[in-house]
C-alpha cells in the first residue's frame, strides 16, 4: 500500500534528519534547541521544544503552512519555550523549518502522520449529492486520465463517475501527478474538497491515500469497427489469474486469450452492422489474484451503412428517416445549432449536454434521424457530426420582418403535430422580457404571439438588456406552448 511505504519513508528521513542536526547543534553559537524533530500526533494536539537563544531569533515565515501554529515566531535572548500545534489530519504532513538567529540558521523537522483506518468511504453518488466545502474520502477505479501535469482524471465505482480536478504528490505538492504512477484501471482512494464548477462536481486538489495497481492493462480502450463481420484483438498486460471478458451487447464476442503477462492478446469477433446507424457497445475486461480484483473497459464503436449525403431540404421532407447532410453552422444556442446549406436550414438539438464544441462558420457533415419538436423540424442527438472545415465567416440573407400581426396568423397555421414551420432567418422587434431562464420578447400588434429566444448564448450579452426593446436577428425553429414563436438569436440591435 502506498500510504505505508510514505510512512516508511518519513520515518527513515526523520531518524537521519535528527542524527545530523544534533551533529550539527554543536557548532551553532547563537542558538540550539532541544529537539530539532517534532512529532505531533494524528488527532491533533501540541509538542513543545526549549530553545536558548544568544542573539535575537526568527522563523522563516515563509516556510510555515497553513496548518502549523507555532509559538513564539521569535524572540530575543534567553531561554524560550516554543509550542508546535496542530488540528487532526487525514493526510501525512511534514515541513522543515528554520530559526535564523544572526548569522546562524537551526534547522527542525515538524512531522504529522495520518490514520485513515478510522475513515468511511463515500459512495461517488454520495459525493455528487453531497454539499461544496465538505472534504469527502472515496475510492473508486482510475479513468481517463486527462491531465498529467496537475492530475484530472475520473474516478469511477458502481454508482457513477466523479471528475477529480488535480491531484497532490506524495508530498503535497500540486502539478507532479506522474510522479505518483497512478494509470488507468488502478484501484485508488483518495480525499479532498467538493466543488461545483459549472455543472460539474469535482474534488480539488485531493491527497492519495491509498494506490492499488491494476492487475490488467490495455494499450487501447477504444476501437473504430467496419460495418462488415470480422475479428479484432485487444493487446494487455495481465500480472493476475487469467482474463475474463463481458460485453454489453449481443452483436460482440469473446473468442479466446493467447500469450500471457505484458504479451497477452485478447481476440474478439463482432458481426456485421446492417443498419444505417453506427452503434457502441463496452467490453469489460477482468483479472484477479487473491482478493484483488481489477478491471478495465475498451469502448467499441461499429460505423453503420452511411447514406448518401442529401440536401437539408430533403432531409427535413423525410421526417423519420436517416439522412446525411453537409452544412454550414449559422446560429448557435446552449443546446445545439443550426445548420444552413443552399436549400434550408434545420436545428441539430444535443439537449444540455451540449458541449458548444462548435462555432459560425464550420462546415460538418451530420448524420442522424430526421425528427420534429413543437412543429420545427430537428436532428435529435445525431450518431455523427464531422467537422470538415473549421471556422469562416457566414453570409446572412436578408432578414425577413415578422410584425405582431403576422405572429399571431403564424400561430393558427400549423393546426396538426406533424405540421411543420420553415425555418428561416428572420428579424423581430419587441421588449425584453428575462423571467429566470425564460427569454421572452413582447411585440407591437401582437393579441397572443410572443417572441422567444431559444436558450440564448451569453456572448449576445441578453442578461443586461431586460425591459429594453431591441430588434433580434435569428432562424424562426419552432412554435411552443400554443403561442411562443422560438428564435435561435445570432444578433441584437
Known sequence: MKFRYLIASLLAFALLAVGCTEEEMSSLKNIKVSNSYIGLPTEGGSESITLTAETDWTFNQDLMPDWLTVSPMNGGAGEFTVSFSADETFSNREVELQINAGEETQYLIVTQPADLSEVEYSTVKEVLDGTDGTIYFVEGTVTNIENTEYGNWWLQDETGSLYIYGTLDANGASKNFLSLGIAEGDRIKVHGPRTTYGTT????????????????????????????????????????????????????????????????????????????????????????????????????????????????????????????????????????????????????????????????????????????????????SPDYVEVMEEGGDFEYPAAEELTGAEMDALLGQYPNNDDLVETKYVKITGQISISGNYYNLKVSGASEAQGSMYYPIKELGLDDMNGQTKTLYGYFTSISGGRFINLVVTSVE
Open 201 to 380: 462536481v469535482e474534488l480539488v486538489d485531493v491527497t492519495v491515500d491509498e494506490l492499488i495497481k491494476s492487475l490488467i492493462k490495455v494499450e487501447e480502450n477504444e476501437y473504430e469497427l467496419g460495418k462488415e463481420a470480422g475479428e479484432f484483438t485487444i493487446s494487455a498486460s495481465v500480472s493476475g489469474d487469467g482474463v475474463s471478458v463481458s460485453a454489453d451487447a449481443e452483436w460482440l464476442r469473446f473468442v479466446g486469450v493467447a500469450g500471457s503477462g505484458e504479451n497477452t492478446t485478447i481476440t474478439i469477433a463482432y458481426d456485421e452492422n446492417t443498419d444505417a446507424a453506427p452503434r457502441e457497445a463496452v467490453l469489460t475486461l477482468s483479472s484477479a489474484s487473491g482478493e484483488n480484483t481489477s478491471e478495465v473497459t475498451v469502448s467499441v464503436r461499429q460505423t453503420g451503412n452511411m447514406p448518401e449525403t442529401s440536401t437539408i431540404a430533403t432531409a427535413v421532407a423525410g421526417q423519420g428517416e436517416y439522412f446525411a447532410v453537409e452544412g454550414t453552422v449559422s446560429a448557435l444556442c446552449t443546446r445545439g445549432f443550426v445548420l444552413t446549406d443552399e436549400t434550408a436550414s434545420v436545428l441539430v438539438y444535443f439537449g444540455s449536454s451540449y458541449d458548444g464544441a462548435y462555432s459560425i462558420g464550420d462546415k460538418l457533415k451530420v448524420v442522424g434521424e430526421m425528427g420534429s419538436y413543437n412543429h420545427g423540424a430537428q436532428f435529435d
